[in-house]
């Protein structure tokens, strides 16, 4: 499919009185009709015109260069002047048109049509916009005939005729276009008063709805009720400092759309999905189209270019499934240096074309400063400080704090979060559906309140169930509920058409639907998978819990040529977790021989991140010996770490996002250092010393970060669980992990299920219980 976007002069020409030339002479009105073509046909190619279509004894011409438009108009006019002659009618506006599969679309080509049939034989008729163009490019000389109010056109126009030699300028009298009815005047004054009062009432009922629309129309039921995708706008202005105002369109036109109940396109997936706009399903390319990937049976396209120090955009509504354009969107015009102000001027106008219910009533949410909104558009979830960098440019921008509450939440910064919150429940009657959502969902993630954050997080999913990231959120959330089988009926439509949205998939998504079939037995599903995303996901984790889940030790066995040192003491303690004692670990010979690679304490990221996070630390020559069941050499590294100074350690090392684990990093690392410790006492049969450390770390339950997130929450409940499991004391080991679940440690991760110190546990029905999916 050929398309393309772009600002072009139309010219429309037809050949008056036809019709009755047909009818009086078929044979000569065919001659008429052959030199009309012929003239055509040879005076565009010497002006660079493309020739779109031919209506019978009408023609659709298109240049990109406005003078040139002009001059071959005036020459066609001069050639019909000559025997034969042609009485041709010639008008042309300049606009924003889309070219597709041999055809023009747009506004322009309507608006072209209409000054065509306002024109005479042998006339050249032109809108303002072509005269502007002109002026200052050559001798033309030109008539202002007066402005127009045309048929299904929104705003009058201003129409002009080349008065160069040997061409007619029309009388007014003469000019007998498409053109809006006027009111008859044959109304006696007994019928005339009553109807003024009426018309006084009905112009201030459309008053209201004109300053909001500026339409005199509005989109059929039928189109108003389906689901409409907003597409980033083309930027025509050649200046790439003016990119983001298509993206922050998109935005706020889907924003004022919302407002409305009017189901809306994610605009963060079409910022994803900006080169699906335009692709129809069932193209000859095979390729996935804008409907197969947001379900909007309509998308809103739209350019703009600039005109000196004005900004023009044009918009138009267009079928996703076959391209039919539904309808243009009168032209918006905003000065360069109130982009804000267009784009409220934008979303304002176009919202009227889909209700007349909230028309009087301006939207109170407006857009941010544009330089801020730049730089938010540089930004990823995790960004705190690009978020903190776009709110220096714009402090009320509350999409920036929403989601800079999160990285907040995310990076255990408490003050950080405070001042977020605080700032955010201050202007709450600002903040959109979206962002009122998205920041209780936050909130409640911090509490631990996982059933109040589902359901935060599912309002914004019901927005757009097409939203890849509320979705992976949503289904995210139901493993925190201990909930897998809901996590994977939510992936499982988007899995289920995989060769659609294979590659718009986050690594994350994987994780957690492949995390969530292992949980619930159905691993030979995430092997079958495999075969699928292995290209789209690095991590094989889940895959190798997959074959651990099935009993396949060869395949395991196989695979482990090639595999990191960082797989291998993870797998170690996955295999000793799932597999019966007995079983032969297959990782642990391999662990042995590359015990060089660890140490303790290392300066390391993942040291010091990982081992607070999952409570495994991958780098750590003390984890490794505790697998590879060497616990006096365990024992003693971890004696000499008790003396520490972690945050001293961390200097330099732990940075950026995770800059906020050295405020607590001296009780995280000490929280480990004591769990292991313990679990290693347990291991070697110490059960006085075990015993101690679940004491020691109870004493340290005064120090927990409240604002600690999902990943570190119930951390010495859960160290203690393990500790009494080693033990055998089932019955105070199922009470601590029942006690670190209420405190709001999730079940993922390998936590509770996969995890070696808890496998006496298997067949207790009160841990059985515990652990079960809901």
């Given at each position: 499919m050929s398309e393309d976007h772009k600002l072009a002069i139309i010219l429309f020409a037809d050949i008056a009185g036809y019709t009755a030339m047909m009818e009086e002479d078929e044979a000569a009105a065919l001659i008429v009709l052959g030199r009309f073509k012929a003239v055509i046909e040879s005076e565009i190619s010497g002006y660079n015109g493309q020739l779109v279509q031919y209506?019978?004894?009408?023609?659709?011409?298109?240049?990109?260069?406005?003078?040139?438009?002009?001059?071959?108009?005036?020459?066609?006019?001069?050639?019909?002047?000559?025997?034969?002659?042609?009485?041709?009618?010639?008008?042309?506006?300049?606009?924003?048109?889309?070219?597709?599969?041999?055809?023009?679309?747009?506004?322009?080509?309507?608006?072209?049509?209409?000054?065509?049939?306002?024109?005479?034989?042998?006339?050249?008729?032109?809108?303002?916009?072509?005269?502007?163009?002109i002026k200052n490019q050559g001798d033309y000389q030109l008539s202002h005939l007066g402005a127009f109010a045309f048929k299904n056109v929104e705003e009058p126009v201003e129409v002009y005729a080349l008065a160069s030699e040997g061409l007619v300028v029309p009388k007014r009298s003469d000019m007998q276009g498409k053109l809006k009815q006027a009111a008859s005047r044959s109304v006696s004054m007994k019928l005339l008063l009553p109807m003024i009062a009426v018309l006084i009432l009905g112009a201030i009922i459309w008053g209201i709805w004109g300053r909001q629309s500026g339409a005199g129309n509005i989109l059929s039921e039928e189109v108003r009720q389906e689901k409409v995708a907003v597409a980033v706008f083309n930027n025509f202005t050649n200046d790439p400092d003016l990119d983001a105002l298509g993206n922050m369109a998109s935005d706020w036109i889907s924003l004022g759309l919302r407002e409305l109940g009017v189901k809306t396109t994610s605009p963060e997936m079409m910022r994803k999905y900006k080169d699906r706009v335009?692709?129809?399903?069932?193209?000859?390319?095979?390729?996935?189209?804008?409907?197969?990937?947001?379900?909007?049976?309509?998308?809103?396209?739209?350019?703009?270019?600039?005109?000196?120090?004005?900004?023009?955009?044009?918009?138009?509504?267009?079928?996703?499934?076959?391209?039919?354009?539904?309808?243009?969107?009168?032209?918006?015009?905003?000065?360069?240096?109130?982009?804000?102000?267009?784009?409220?001027?934008?979303?304002?106008?176009?919202?009227?074309?889909?209700?007349?219910?909230?028309?009087?009533?301006?939207?109170?949410?407006?857009?941010?400063?544009?330089?801020?909104?730049q730089a938010y558009l540089k930004c990823h979830m995790f960004g705190a400080e690009c978020f903190s960098n776009v709110l220096e440019l714009d402090s009320t921008f509350l999409l920036a704090w929403v989601y800079k509450a999160f990285t907040s939440y995310a990076y255990e910064d408490a003050q950080g979060f405070e001042t977020d919150r605080q700032y955010i429940k201050q202007h709450w009657?600002?903040?959109?559906?979206?962002?009122?959502?998205?920041?209780?969902?936050?909130?409640?993630?911090?509490?631990?309140?996982?059933?109040?954050?589902?359901?935060?997080?599912?309002?914004?999913?019901?927005?757009?169930?097409?939203?890849?990231?509320?979705?992976?959120?949503?289904?995210?959330?139901?493993?925190?509920?201990?909930?897998p089988g809901k996590t994977a009926e939510q992936f499982e439509p988007i899995f289920s058409q995989f060769d659609i949205y294979g590659d718009r998939i986050t690594w994350q998504s994987y994780d957690a639907y492949c995390y969530a079939l292992n949980r619930v037995g159905r691993q030979k599903a995430v092997i079958a998978l495999e075969k699928k995303v292995a290209k789209n996901f690095g991590d094989p984790t889940q895959f190798i819990r997959?074959?651990?889940?099935?009993?396949?030790?060869?395949?395991?066995?196989?695979?482990?040529?090639?595999?990191?040192?960082?797989?291998?003491?993870?797998?170690?303690?996955?295999?000793?977790?799932?597999?019966?004692?007995?079983?032969?670990?297959?990782?642990?010979?391999?662990?042995?021989?590359?015990?060089?690679?660890?140490?303790?304490?290392?300066?390391?990221?993942?040291?010091?991140?990982?081992?607070?996070?999952?409570?495994?630390?991958?780098?750590?020559?003390?984890?490794?010996?505790?697998?590879?069941?060497?616990?006096?050499?365990?024992?003693?590294?971890?004696?000499?770490?008790?003396?520490?100074n972690w945050k001293e350690f961390s200097q330099g090392v732990v940075v950026g996002n995770f800059r906020h684990l050295n405020n607590h990093i001296s009780w995280h690392m000490n929280v480990w250092v004591e769990g292991l410790l313990g679990a290693a006492f347990a291991r070697q049969g110490k059960r006085e010393a075990a015993y101690a450390q679940i004491q020691t770390l109870e004493a340290m339950h005064p120090g927990y970060p409240p604002e600690s997130q999902r990943l570190h929450k119930g951390t010495i409940s859960y160290w203690q669980g393990r500790i009494y499991a080693i033990l055998g004391d089932k019955e105070q080991a199922v009470a601590a992990l029942t006690r670190s679940r209420s405190e709001g440690r999730t079940i993922d991760y390998g936590s509770f299920v996969f995890d070696w110190d808890l496998a006496s546990l298997k067949g207790y029905a009160p841990y059985e219980e515990l652990v079960r999916p809901r």
């Open positions: 209506f019978g004894d009408a023609v659709l011409l298109a240049f990109d260069s406005s003078s040139k438009a002009v001059d071959c108009a005036a020459a066609i006019q001069l050639a019909f002047r000559q025997e034969p002659h042609v009485p041709v009618r010639i008008g042309m506006h300049m606009g924003d048109v889309l070219f597709k599969n041999g055809n023009v679309f747009g506004n322009g080509v309507n608006v072209a049509s209409r000054i065509e049939s306002l024109s005479v034989p042998g006339a050249v008729l032109m809108s303002k916009e072509v005269r502007d163009q335009g692709i129809l399903p069932g193209n000859s390319k095979g390729e996935v189209s804008l409907w197969e990937l947001t379900g909007a049976q309509y998308v809103l396209t739209g350019s703009y270019y600039r005109k000196g120090d004005s900004l023009q955009v044009t918009s138009r509504l267009e079928s996703t499934e076959n391209g039919d354009n539904i309808y243009d969107f009168p032209v918006i015009w905003g000065h360069i240096n109130q982009k804000e102000q267009l784009i409220t001027d934008i979303r304002e106008k176009l919202k009227g074309y889909w209700t007349l219910k909230e028309a009087d009533k301006l939207s109170i949410i407006n857009p941010p400063k544009y330089e801020a909104y009657d600002r903040c959109t559906e979206f962002e009122q959502n998205f920041f209780l969902f936050t909130e409640r993630q911090k509490e631990g309140n996982y059933r109040g954050s589902l359901e935060a997080i599912k309002r914004n999913y019901e927005l757009d169930p097409r939203d890849l990231t509320m979705l992976h959120h949503l289904a995210y959330n139901y493993l925190d509920l201990n909930q997959a074959y651990m889940l099935d009993g396949d030790v060869e395949t395991l066995r196989q695979r482990l040529p090639g595999m990191s040192t960082y797989q291998i003491i993870r797998f170690a303690q996955m295999f000793s977790a799932i597999f019966p004692p007995e079983t032969e670990n297959i990782y642990l010979p391999v662990l042995r021989d590359s015990l060089a690679r660890f140490t303790d304490p290392k300066k390391s990221w993942g040291y010091l991140l990982w081992s607070n996070m999952h409570l495994y630390n991958w780098d750590s020559k003390a984890y490794a010996c505790y697998l590879l069941k060497d616990w006096d050499k365990t024992e003693q590294i971890l004696l000499g770490l008790r003396n520490m």
